[in-house]
């Protein structure tokens, strides 16, 4: 029997193709529903709801100064931030606050610290880049008395 032969007896499931440019695999499901935004402090992605939202405010006299999006509707571009202060410092080194707004010049970021610190008291970060430990198997303790079910 010829190779083809096998195939075609096989049926249609035997022909899978592999991922290629015309048939690329499908997007991995989004587990969580609601809209995704990229924090600009560590670049991992988080719910809407679990960012905060920075916003450029006209102070007055051609001055601007961050301020923190509370409703998350002020008008004009955002960036979006985690309240955790680790991604808060790699925004303020990165620059990160400048060029997402899409400013030239100096911001101060006493509003969004200070922000951050009161949310981050009351939230536990929503992301994490430690591996949690796994969970332990349960074993079959034969010796205690106990039996697995029986099949039929």
């Known amino acids: 029997m010829s190779r083809h032969g096998r195939l075609s007896e096989a049926g249609p499931a035997a022909r899978l193709s592999s991922p290629s440019r015309r048939n690329p695999d499908p997007a991995p499901p989004v587990?969580?529903?609601?809209?995704?935004?990229?924090?600009?402090?560590?670049?991992?992605?988080?719910?809407?709801?679990?960012?905060?939202?920075?916003?450029?405010?006209?102070?007055?006299?051609?001055?601007?100064?961050?301020?923190?999006?509370?409703?998350?509707?002020?008008?004009?571009?955002?960036?979006?931030?985690?309240?955790?202060?680790?991604?808060?410092?790699?925004?303020?080194?990165?620059?990160?606050?400048?060029?997402?707004?899409?400013?030239?010049?100096?911001?101060?970021?006493e509003v969004v610290e200070r922000a951050v610190t009161r949310l981050a008291a009351q939230v536990q970060p929503q992301h994490s880049t430690t591996v949690p430990e796994p969970t332990p198997v349960p074993t079959v303790d034969r010796e205690a008395g106990w039996k697995p079910m029986a099949t039929r």
């Open 31 to 109: 587990l969580e529903p609601g809209p995704v935004r990229t924090c600009v402090g560590c670049r991992a992605t988080g719910l809407r709801s679990a960012l905060l939202r920075v916003v450029l405010s006209d102070v007055g006299a051609g001055e601007t100064a961050l301020v923190v999006d509370e409703r998350r509707r002020m008008p004009g571009r955002g960036a979006w931030l985690h309240p955790d202060q680790r991604c808060l410092e790699l925004a303020v080194r990165r620059r990160a606050f400048g060029r997402a707004l899409r400013h030239t010049g100096p911001l101060g970021t």
